[in-house]
């Protein structure tokens, strides 16, 4: 093949291949909270135990008719009007809350007290009670609309949500608060609000065992 023809070749070959680059070049989802997945627990070690704790109540309190959903302004995005707080459903269950809270303590090691699902709990065991009061909810909300070859159309929810909790860590062996602290929750993805409100809660607990008075407060060395 002479050069010129060779230099034909080259040039409509150039395009055929950037753009199968980009045909199969995977997507990619910047979230806008990259240090919601940068907690680290402090983690208990040998010869260390902590406290048996139980959590009692999770309290989403923002002040009646507070915008905590607002819709994301895309062309992707389908029309929603805003979510005003105390205008719509529960958004969250408290053995969803609980559940979540347990699993983010039995991740670092943190013994619980009490089942879930259990009606009649002995919380005989619990030195420390805790609970959560939650007064800012920001989201913002995209219904993404979907739709593919012989696929019917689908709004899938995409979600960046945050939340501050204000916990409360209560000892019933002096019988009164002895801990009290503040933490972000934050969570970016797919799920309704009721979803994303737990999953940035969890966010918030392991934010709470990355707080080292906390830790000093709860962990203690092994008796004998």
Same mark, same amino acid.
């Given at each position: 093949?002479s050069?010129?023809s060779?230099? $034909?070749?080259?040039?409509?070959?150039i395009?055929?291949?950037?753009?199968? /680059?980009?045909?199969?070049?995977?997507?990619?989802?910047?979230?806008? =909270?990259p240090?919601?997945?940068?907690?680290?627990i402090?983690?208990?070690?040998e &010869?260390?135990?902590?406290k048996?704790?139980w959590f *009692?109540?999770?309290?989403?309190?923002?002040?009646k008719?507070?915008?905590?959903?607002?819709p994301k302004t895309?062309s992707? /995005?389908t029309?929603q009007?805003?979510?005003k707080?105390?205008?719509g459903?529960?958004?969250?269950?408290?053995?969803?809350?609980?559940t979540? +809270?347990?699993?983010?303590?039995?991740?670092?090691?943190?013994?619980?007290v009490?089942?879930?699902e259990s009606? =009649? #709990?002995?919380? *005989?065991g619990? #030195?420390?009670?805790?609970?959560g009061l939650?007064?800012? $909810? %920001?989201?913002?909300? /995209?219904?993404? #609309?979907?739709s593919g070859?012989?696929?019917?159309?689908?709004?899938?929810?995409?979600?960046d949500?945050?939340?501050?909790?204000n916990?409360?860590v +209560?000892?019933?062996? #002096? &019988?009164k608060?002895i801990y009290e602290?503040?933490?972000? &929750?934050?969570? *970016?993805?797919?799920?309704? +609000?009721?979803? /994303?409100? $737990?999953a940035? +809660?969890a966010?918030?607990?392991?934010?709470?065992?990355a707080?080292?008075?906390? =830790?000093?407060?709860?962990v203690?060395?092994? %008796? &004998?």
């Open positions: 093949m050069t010129p060779l230099r $034909i070749v080259t040039l409509l070959l395009p055929l291949v950037l753009a199968a /680059c980009v045909y199969h070049q995977p997507p990619t989802h910047e979230t806008p =909270f240090e919601a997945a940068l907690v680290k402090i983690p208990i070690l &010869g260390q135990e902590a048996r704790s *009692s109540k999770l309290v989403l309190n923002p002040p008719g507070t915008i905590v959903g607002r895309s992707f /995005c029309p009007p805003e979510r707080w105390g205008t459903s529960q958004v969250y269950k408290e053995d969803d809350v609980r979540a +809270f347990n699993d983010v303590l039995q991740r670092g090691n943190y013994p619980v009490g089942k879930v009606p =009649f #709990e002995d919380l *005989s619990a #030195e420390l009670i805790l609970a939650v007064k800012e $909810i %920001k989201a913002d909300i /995209c219904n993404e #609309e979907t070859f012989l696929v019917p159309t689908q709004l899938v929810a995409q979600t949500l945050s939340l501050k909790v916990w409360q +209560f000892s019933r062996v #002096e &019988g608060v602290t503040a933490t972000d &929750g934050k969570y *970016s993805g797919r799920g309704n +609000f009721r979803t /994303c409100v $737990i940035a +809660f966010n918030a607990t392991e934010r709470l065992l707080d080292r008075d906390f =830790f000093e407060l709860v203690t060395p092994k %008796k &004998g």
